[in-house]
């Protein structure tokens, strides 16, 4: 495997498949694809390739493999856990240019997109048909649907219609010697072998270059209700989550934002939540149903005061329905505020959608993105910070997900932004693993949590994990320092 030099034969050939204008090798412009969202995870590489199509992505991975250069794919760079960049000089396959929407199937209720088409894109290319893509999430504008199935992206919507695994119905990828495996008819009954786009799902670029894929979609919810709740404690929090579950068929998104993430976002976005009280403010009082009176522990004083956004989306209005579920929470929510229109609607979502921009605004944070089985999500909640702040007394944990799937985003800033111990994300993961949860939801390991895969994984899984990266990957050329040890 070489990471030395570029061989200027190399830069010829790649330059006939792709043009010269897809071949970059300035440091200036290549320095974008090598730093994630994050600011995190950073290297450098030599050489970044934008082929076009699927021809030019076999053509480019032939060349790659006969000069033995190892390459990172990248689509929209958004990813979290430091897998879309080079570490150690890798050549870098922007997929981003495998843009074309091909026209939607009406009949099968699928498209066949190209890896590089946006999130944003392919849901305006499904609505005009009237249908949906089952997974939402804020990167929505840059995340690309290869870079999603690659790391099989979760998102907002997954207690509705599962993550990006569950919409692959067919695809197309180029192997690590360049040969091209296509399997788009997207038959919904197909036992025929191994599933290699369920195999590619969550593959985070070790195994194949995803070129296009085909989608299932679904029929669009137009009709929409929001509610902003706010909870005591993160336990009241999740049972209103779970009753919610249980009790409106129309649920499409169900969200949590917990006390120092909603203070951090209220901050960054220049105002307060409508409903319930962050700690910091001793002039907000909640009215309490409980008693008819004004509560005495707000959300926050105590340090776990919750808010749930819970979104029910239907062809016909489903205010009713929601409204009528959250009423029968009285005991547990504090207050509440239901918006419709899409204006008050993006207000409240406005709570959840900018954690993230706001913790990236305030520093360089770990990213510990984690699944809870639902009996043991309230006590990891209320326990984290502590074992967060046992490791790094500095640390400041911020929490928030989508506490309708059991998927907890612990952010971990240091003092004044700067990152905090290394020895947080081992502490919190091992957490994690003692309560019987993932160590990652829906970001994927990349690079961050490679060190960590023991604690989920057993000796016997990770060998056939290796097995099956050699069957397909022999000489250890993709995204080597992603997922999996480099191989040998
Ligand atoms: P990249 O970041 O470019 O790559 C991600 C991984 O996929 C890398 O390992 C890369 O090598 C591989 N890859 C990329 N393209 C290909 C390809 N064509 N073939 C093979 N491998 C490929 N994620 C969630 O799951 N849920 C969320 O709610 C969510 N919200 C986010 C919000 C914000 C503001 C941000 C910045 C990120 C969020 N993410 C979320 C993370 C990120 O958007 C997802 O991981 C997304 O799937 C990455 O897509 P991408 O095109 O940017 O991939
Ligand atoms: C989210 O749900 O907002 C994300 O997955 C991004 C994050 O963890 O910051
Ligand atoms: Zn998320």
Partial sequence: MSTGVIDPGLIDELTGIVGAAHVLHDPEMTVGYSIDWTRRFAGATQLVIRPGDTAETAAVMSAL???????????????????????????????????????????????????????????????????????????????????????????????????????????????????????????????????????????????????????????????????????????????????????????????????????????????????????????????????????????????????LIAEAAARTDPSDELGAAVEELADLVVDAAVALDPAARQRLWAFRENVTEAISAAGIPHKLDVTLPAARLAEFVDGVPDVVRATDPDAQPLLFGHLGDGNVHVNVLGPGGAEPADEVDDAVLRYVAELGGSISAEHGIGTAKLSQMHLNRSEAELAAFSAIKRALDPAGLLNPNALLPPVA
């Fill in 65 to 307: 493999a006969a000069a033995q250069v190892p390459v990172v794919p990248q689509g929209g760079n958004t990813g979290l856990v430091g897998g879309s960049v080079p570490l150690v000089g890798e050549a870098v396959l922007s997929m981003r240019r495998l843009n074309i929407c091909e026209p939607v199937d009406e009949l099968a209720s699928q498209v066949t997109l190209g890896a590089g088409v946006t999130l944003a894109d392919a849901h305006a290319h499904a609505a005009a048909s009237g249908l949906s893509v089952g997974v939402d999430l804020a990167a929505r504008d840059s995340a690309t649907i290869g870079g999603m199935v690659a790391t099989n992206a979760g998102g907002i919507n997954v207690l509705r219609y599962g993550a990006m695994r569950a919409q692959v119905v067919g695809i197309e990828a180029v192997l690590a010697d360049g040969t091209v495996v296509s399997h788009l008819a997207g038959l919904e009954k197909d036992n025929t072998g191994y599933d290699l786009g369920s195999l590619l799902a969550g593959s985070e670029g070790t195994l194949g270059i995803i070129t296009r894929v085909r989608l299932r979609l679904h029929p669009t919810q137009p009709e929409r209700a929001t509610a902003l709740l706010a909870f005591e404690t993160a336990a009241d929090a999740v049972s209103a989550a779970a009753a919610l579950r249980r009790g409106v068929a129309s649920l499409h998104a169900l969200e949590a934002v917990f006390e120092e993430a909603m203070a951090l976002v209220s901050e960054h976005l220049g105002t307060t939540p409508p409903v319930g009280s962050l700690g910091s403010d001793p002039h907000r009082s909640l009215p309490d149903r409980r008693t008819g009176g004004t509560s005495d522990s707000a959300p926050g004083e105590d340090g776990g005061g919750a808010w």
